[in-house]
């Protein structure tokens, strides 16, 4: 079903292009739908019909990247999801474009785009830029969406990107709550990133990991076992485990000491 409905938004685009070739066909589409809807459509196409739809697409991936810093929040939404989309459905195609994406997405995480307008980039107004937008329940989500996709560039094109640098901004972002839908994909693209990259830091996982397991909402049956077992195998070292788990607050801690018996 979802394919079929990739493939008939598809043969929408392809009609544009056909008709009034590729230069003119993106703004005539984003005319005819409108951003949120043509953001969608391009999510959509990436999403269900795969690296096939690259050549019929990239033209408009810098429009949609453009429009993570859209005014409205189901626009920039849209746009952060898809760039996380374009990653794992292009793979080392969506190269080119990853630079742009990553400033966009870093710049909404961030607020550098409100900073930029004279707010002071001391750490603390920034910290008070971060608690605003995550008390908005609307904007809340876009975040989460461009998070989660900082972790799908990490997973699916680290040639791409200054890996060691994001995958650590990435951690410090995790865990997502407000978007329970993506945290679940979210979180699991996490462990897909500690399976191939056991150098991650381990201080750094065993807090997200302890707010994994404080809400059950955030993970899917298999990712949250996945979690258990990646503790479990941690087990071997009491005293460094112990010695890691100290350095964390004390929720992250009470869950943890819970999970191993300590």
């Not at 990653?87 to 550098?112: M, N, S």
């Not at 972002?173 to 994909?185: R, Y």
């Given at each position: ?46 999403e269900n019909i795969g690296e096939e739809s690259f050549g019929l697409l990239e033209k408009f991936l810098p429009i949609v990247t453009k429009y993570i810093q859209a005014d ?61 937008l995550f008390s908005c329940t609307d904007f809340a989500p876009v975040i989460d969406n461009a998070i989660s996709s900082l972790g799908k560039l990490c997973l699916y094109i ?105």
């Open positions: 079903g979802l394919r079929m409905a990739g493939t008939m938004c598809g043969d929408e685009i392809a009609g544009l292009v056909k008709k009034k070739g590729a230069k003119t066909a993106v703004p005539a589409f984003k005319d005819k739908f409108g951003p949120w809807f043509m953001c969608c459509m391009v999510d959509a196409i990436a409205e929040n189901d626009v920039a939404q849209a746009a952060s999801f898809g760039i996380g989309v374009y990653a794992q459905a292009f793979k080392a195609k969506y190269a080119p474009f990853v630079k742009d994406a990553l400033k966009g997405l870093k710049e909404l995480i961030h607020g550098e785009k409100s900073q930029d307008e004279g707010m002071s980039t001391s750490s603390w107004l920034h910290a008070i830029w971060l608690a605003f680290p040639d791409a990107v200054e890996f060691g640098k994001l995958v650590d901004e990435f951690l410090k972002l995790l865990p997502i709550t407000k978007d329970p839908e993506e945290a679940t994909v979210c979180h699991g693209v996490l462990l897909e990133l500690v399976a191939k990259h056991p150098e991650l830091d381990r201080v750094q996982l065993l807090r997200i990991f302890a707010g994994l397991l404080r809400d059950e909402q955030l993970t899917h049956e298999a990712t949250r076992k996945a979690v258990e077992n990646k503790l479990n195998e941690w087990k071997g070292n009491t005293d460094s485990l112990k010695a890691d788990i100290a350095k964390l607050e004390q929720l992250a801690q009470e869950a943890l000491n819970k999970h191993f018996g300590f």
